[in-house]
């Protein structure tokens, strides 16, 4: 999912080093969210748009902040 995601926003293959911390923090993100749901629920109801409720909140937040990551990062703003 990260890589697909990456390869979304950038256009591009991501790197086996830069996939490493990623993953790691999918994890880190996925066990804080599965410690405190309420987190996960106040995450997801931001925005325009409600979470599918048939998705595991916990790891639809993480994977969420993942991709915040990756649309913040220097890659796709300096996009050309």
């Known amino acids: 999912r990260i890589a ?12 086996p080093a830069a996939l490493k911390p990623l993953v790691a923090g ?9 410690a405190k749901p309420e ?3 106040a995450l997801l109801a ?3 748009s409600k ?3 048939s998705l595991n909140a916990a790891e639809l937040a993480a994977y969420t902040t993942i991709a915040a ?3 913040n ?8």
């Open 4 to 15: 697909f995601g990456f390869k979304r926003a950038t256009g591009r293959d991501i790197e």
């Open 26 to 34: 999918v994890a880190k993100r996925l066990a804080e969210f599965k």
């Open 39 to 41: 987190e996960a629920t």
């Open 46 to 48: 931001q925005g325009a």
């Open 51 to 53: 979470a599918d409720a």
């Open 69 to 71: 990551t990756l649309l």
């Open 73 to 80: 990062s220097d890659e796709w703003i300096n996009k050309e």
